[in-house]
């Protein structure tokens, strides 16, 4: 089993910068994929970023190139999501979530952390 914990969320103004963090305890966190997706109210849950578990390889949604940036820190046991240059269309609810290969798609995470709020005013 894997426990996820996200944190680092806030109410920021648009431009300002966020680090966000998920704490894994359980499973071998270096053997997991992580991913970072985004839910805004009434809106259905969105990819964001994902890492492999070496941190080699990483992919990002087009909406977020270039301004976020994933990584992990496996001795920590910890994944984090980088945010600059914030929008406030990037306001949601950010999840973190692992899994067995680096994906896209939600449903190829079997583990989820409970969500961070992250709120961008104008």
């Known amino acids: 089993q894997v426990h996820l914990v996200a944190s680092g969320g806030g109410l920021v103004q648009a431009g300002d910068s966020l680090r966000l963090s998920c704490a894994s305890s359980?499973?071998?966190?270096?053997?997991?994929?992580m991913g970072w997706f985004s839910q805004a109210p009434g809106k259905e849950r969105e990819f964001v970023a994902t890492i492999d578990s070496s941190g080699g390889n990483r992919e990002y949604a087009d909406s977020v190139k270039g301004r976020f940036t994933i990584s992990r820190d496996n001795a920590k046991n910890t994944v984090y999501l980088r945010m600059n240059s914030l929008k406030p269309e990037d306001t949601a609810i950010y999840s973190c979530a692992g899994g067995d290969f680096l994906s896209r798609r939600a449903w190829n995470y079997g583990y989820w952390g409970r969500g961070t709020q992250v709120t961008v005013s104008s």
């Open positions: 359980g499973r071998t966190f270096s053997a997991l994929s």
